[in-house]
């Protein structure tokens, strides 16, 4: 049994910020599900939105060179009323993607944004969150009706030429391969071809809601040097490897991370630590999956 008086994390020292997390919308979310890590929903109020002003001033310590993606997360994203500024703002440094459940999406929107895509060097790339290709089953986790929105979503973007990536959780511990089959087939019926770019699977973080909902880390359930070496597991698949969350209340390692305070790296991107200690359970995740579980993953 590991006790905090024989356990050493092991550490991950961050050489380049490739990743830059905007938590856009603290935890405001117009869904509430029942596996969301950070118990986000619509009066989740714990953490205030992000200014425009801050966005700027964030994006002036980053080093363009090394800088390659954008995320902008919440909370819902698209429920921050300055988000087409945001948009237009982030897309001048570097490919942003919207982490989103889809459901505010419509023609309209989806034209708009393809425009300011088109004005840019950089793209626009649509992370939607759907938990299963069956309606019941991500229903019974997202809310009723939510399924039927995210789909009408993702038409949007298909037919003003976006190629969205779907996440989806498994929650059903489902074979990956005949999950991942599943999603292909019900991405066919769209007007485009899917490609294992367009399908992220990742395995749940144990915390907030799910804790409530499903299960919880056991006290074991952490990263030592030793798991890692059984795992084969590289420090380079962690997400904290190359990433910073910038939220209202500081700089985070991992969105995972943002509603706890062992996850602050610092208060500004520019006093921020690089070195960061794998000592929480939520790490365990991402050694368990051995794979980025937040950011994009072209090479494959």
Same mark, same amino acid.
């Given at each position: 049994?590991?006790?905090?008086?024989?356990?050493?994390?092991?550490? *991950? /020292?961050? @050489?380049?910020?490739?990743?830059?997390?905007?938590?856009?919308?603290?935890?405001?979310?117009?869904?509430?599900?029942?596996?969301?890590?950070?118990?986000?929903?619509?009066?989740?109020? !714990?953490?205030?939105?992000?200014? %425009?002003?801050?966005?700027?001033?964030?994006?002036?310590?980053?080093?363009?060179?090394?800088?390659?993606? *954008?995320?902008? !997360?919440?909370?819902?994203?698209?429920?921050?009323?300055?988000?087409?500024?945001?948009?237009?703002?982030?897309?001048?440094?570097?490919?942003?993607? *919207?982490?989103?459940?889809?459901? %505010? *999406?419509?023609?309209?929107?989806?034209?708009?944004?393809?425009?300011?895509?088109?004005?840019?060097?950089?793209?626009?790339?649509?992370?939607?969150?759907?938990?299963?290709?069956?309606?019941?089953?991500?229903?019974?986790?997202?809310?009723?009706?939510?399924?039927?929105?995210?789909?009408?979503?993702?038409?949007?973007?298909?037919?003003?030429?976006?190629?969205?990536?779907?996440?989806?959780?498994?929650?059903?511990?489902?074979?990956?391969?005949?999950?991942?089959?599943?999603?292909?087939?019900?991405?066919?019926?769209?007007?485009?071809?899917?490609? /294992?770019?367009?399908?992220?699977?990742?395995?749940?973080?144990? !915390?907030? /809601?799910?804790?409530?909902?499903?299960?919880?880390?056991?006290?074991?359930?952490?990263? @030592?040097?030793?798991?890692?070496?059984?795992?084969?597991?590289?420090?380079?698949?962690?997400?904290?490897?190359? =990433?910073?969350?910038? @939220?209202?209340?500081?700089?985070?390692?991992?969105?995972?991370?943002?509603?706890?305070?062992?996850?602050?790296?610092?208060? =500004?991107?520019?006093?921020?630590?690089?070195?960061?200690?794998?000592? %929480?359970?939520?790490?365990?995740?991402?050694?368990?999956?051995?794979?980025?579980?937040?950011?994009?993953?072209?090479?494959?």
């Amino acid at each position: 049994m590991l006790t905090n008086l024989n356990f050493q994390a092991p550490y *991950i /020292e961050m @050489t380049n910020l490739n990743n830059l997390w905007f938590q856009i919308t603290g935890f405001i979310c117009n869904l509430k599900c029942k596996h969301c890590y950070l118990s986000c929903n619509s009066t989740n109020k !714990t953490r205030n939105f992000l200014n %425009l002003d801050k966005i700027r001033k964030t994006l002036d310590q980053v080093n363009k060179k090394t800088l390659e993606e *954008i995320y902008l !997360t919440g909370g819902e994203p698209l429920l921050h009323r300055d988000i087409n500024n945001i948009i237009r703002y982030c897309i001048k440094y570097a490919d942003v993607n *919207i982490i989103t459940n889809g459901t %505010l *999406i419509n023609d309209k929107k989806a034209r708009f944004l393809r425009q300011i895509e088109i004005d840019n060097d950089y793209e626009i790339i649509f992370r939607i969150s759907l938990d299963h290709y069956k309606e019941q089953k991500n229903d019974d986790i997202r809310g009723k009706g939510s399924y039927r929105k995210t789909l009408s979503g993702i038409k949007s973007l298909i037919n003003n030429g976006f190629n969205p990536v779907i996440n989806a959780v498994n929650l059903w511990q489902e074979d990956e391969s005949q999950f991942r089959e599943g999603f292909f087939d019900f991405l066919s019926q769209f007007n485009f071809e899917p490609s /294992e770019i367009n399908l992220k699977i990742t395995p749940p973080v144990k !915390t907030g /809601e799910f804790a409530k909902n499903f299960s919880v880390y056991n006290e074991n359930d952490l990263v @030592t040097v030793e798991s890692l070496k059984k795992n084969n597991c590289s420090l380079k698949n962690f997400d904290c490897y190359n =990433t910073r969350v910038i @939220t209202d209340d500081g700089v985070y390692a991992c969105p995972a991370l943002v509603n706890d305070p062992r996850g602050k790296t610092g208060e =500004t991107l520019a006093d921020s630590a690089n070195k960061f200690f794998l000592e %929480l359970n939520a790490c365990f995740s991402c050694q368990q999956a051995n794979k980025k579980l937040f950011n994009n993953e072209w090479n494959l």
